[in-house]
T-cell receptor
Framework: QKEVEQNSGPLSVPEGAIASLNCTYS??????FFWYRQYSGKSPELIMS????GDKEDGRFTAQLNKASQYVSLLIRDSQPSDSATYLC????????????FGKGTHLIIQP | DGGITQSPKYLFRKEGQNVTLSCEQN?????MYWYRQDPGQGLRLIYY???????QKGDIAEGYSVSREKKESFPLTVTSAQKNPTAFYLC????????????FGPGTRLTVL
């Protein structure tokens, strides 16, 4: 069974600080990695996708991928109260469009 | 506006009844998916379809059925054989060729009374 592991939290970060969210995955052949944000009672919203080792930046968000360590992270700079949500890490299940395997999510709280 | 619609938003069902959840997309995406989310849990894949008239089971297909007669539509039926159907059901779609990025609809919250 392919697995994606996340610390469930809650992770509490002061407003304006950097929030660091981590994810590990078990399937070495995984090629596509995603971070989704989910507000309570709502559906997941795509934040970032990453496919190659290294960093990928989009505004205040940076995704980091290390395939050798099977580790993906998401950094949120200048955290805002509106960033308070659950962040889901997802990994592709195989080639093509076979669906994603999700972690259970990390609950992030930004303290004003 | 392009997007994914799911209906109804809330659904109540008596035990022993089958119910069908609707999912429609106008993004011209080839692949469509159904996931289930339980409180405090991640999403689990129920069924997926990469092309019309073809679909595959995910990790938790027992007690569910789907059809894919049109590219735009991928309805999910929750049958009476599903032992614990109360959950948040999410439909997603992706382009398929060249991308496996999935976008989600707003979800249907099913409660069995």
């Amino acid at each position: 069974q392919k697995e994606v592991e996340q610390n469930s939290g809650p992770l509490s970060v002061p407003e304006g600080a950097i929030a660091s969210l981590n994810c590990t995955y078990s399937d070495r052949v995984s090629q596509s990695f995603f971070w989704y944000r989910q507000y309570s009672g709502k559906s997941p919203e795509l934040i970032m996708s990453i496919y190659s080792n290294g960093d990928k930046e989009d505004g205040r968000f940076t995704a980091q991928l290390n395939k050798a360590s099977q580790y993906v992270s998401l950094l949120i700079r200048d955290s805002q109260p509106s960033d308070s949500a659950t962040y889901l890490c997802a990994v592709n299940r195989g080639g093509g469009a076979d669906g994603l395997t999700f972690g259970k999510g990390t609950h992030l709280i930004i303290q004003p | 506006d392009g997007g994914i619609t799911q209906s109804p938003k809330y659904l109540f069902r008596k035990e022993g009844q089958n119910v069908t959840l609707s999912c429609e997309q106008n993004l011209n995406h080839d692949a469509m998916y159904w996931y289930r989310q339980d409180p405090g849990q991640g999403l689990r894949l129920i069924y997926y379809s990469q092309i019309v008239n073809d679909f595959q089971k995910g990790d938790i297909a027992e007690g569910y059925s789907v059809s894919r007669e049109k590219k735009e539509s991928f309805p999910l039926t929750v049958t009476s054989a599903q032992k614990n159907p109360t959950a948040f059901y999410l439909c997603a779609s992706s382009i398929f060729e060249g991308s496996d990025t999935q976008y989600f609809g707003p979800g249907t919250r099913l409660t069995v009374l």
